[in-house]
């Protein structure tokens, strides 16, 4: 049988990914993986060195981190279809022990950008933006963040197969009912479209980039999932728990939580200045 993908075996890929019960995300991520691998096939048979000339292409094109989930991707549609010999390993990589200044929220600019949505009048997304970061949740959570939960003073949230309670601490959990009130939202999720639909990733991203001029925060630490890194990191400040952290951000592997704990290349100097070691 001839190594070429053809729109079938996508198809049956993609209903392999969803009886396995991956996200929705996941899915669409796997599937996106494997068009760009038959993009760059053109229709040729797949080998070994073609697979590898791809993975070269992809260490030109992408960082790293994302050239591995795209070989991982690959990897996984070959061990589905059985072309186990086609299988690559990923990049290895060096962990890094601080992350770029530029790409990291400080508590400070988190909190100028509830100031700027409250400035806005917008109420929503001043909450959403102390759920996510004072719960620590995904983006894609905030659909278990319902008046019952609220009202529990704790949610259960379902994610990538796993499911776990995330607690509502007792000033979000007075801020969020009294916004529910006054929205007249007696039941289900709190943050809502007007048409009464969960709150969407791609709405949120845009009104959070709304902010940044008003904060006068860089765009490029302004996104959902940089709210769940501060959390991390200010929890790991007082816990030093890092097994309880993975527990509470849903992590199955703690290297995970690892990349989510790195501070920035300016605490780590100064940390190196406070061991004064140089005379």
Sequence with gaps: ???????????????????????????????HDIAELARYAEGRELTRELVLDFKRELAEKYELT????????ANAF?????WIELCIKQFKI????????????TRDEYFRLLTAAKQKGNERLNL???????????????????????????????????????????????????YAKRMRIAAGCIFVTRAGQPMGRCNIWREMKRLCADAHVSPAKVFPHNLRHLFARTFYGIEKDIAKLADILGHSNINTTRIYIVTSGEEHKRKMENMRLIM
Excluded: P, W
């Excluded at 729109?7 to 009886?19: C, D, G, P, R, Y």
């Excluded at 591995?68 to 991707?73: F, L, Q």
């Excluded at 070959?78 to 059985?82: E, I, S």
């Excluded at 060096?94 to 929220?105: G, P, V, Y």
């Design 1 to 31: 049988m001839e190594k070429i993908i053809s729109t079938s075996m996508l198809a049956e890929f993609k209903k392999h990914l969803v009886l396995d019960e991956k996200s929705e995300n996941t899915v669409k991520k796997y599937l």
């Design 128 to 178: 959403i933006l102390q759920t996510i970061c004072g719960t620590g949740i995904r983006v894609s959570e905030l659909e278990f963040i319902t008046v019952e939960a609220v009202r529990r003073g704790e949610a259960v949230v379902s994610c990538k197969n796993k499911t776990r309670t995330v607690f509502i601490v007792q000033g979000l959990q007075k801020k969020l009912l009294n």
């Design 78 to 82: 070959f061990r589905f279809l059985g």
């Design 94 to 105: 060096q962990r890094k022990a601080f992350c770029s200044q530029e790409k990291e929220l």
């Design 66 to 73: 994302s050239a591995n989930s795209m070989i991982a991707a």
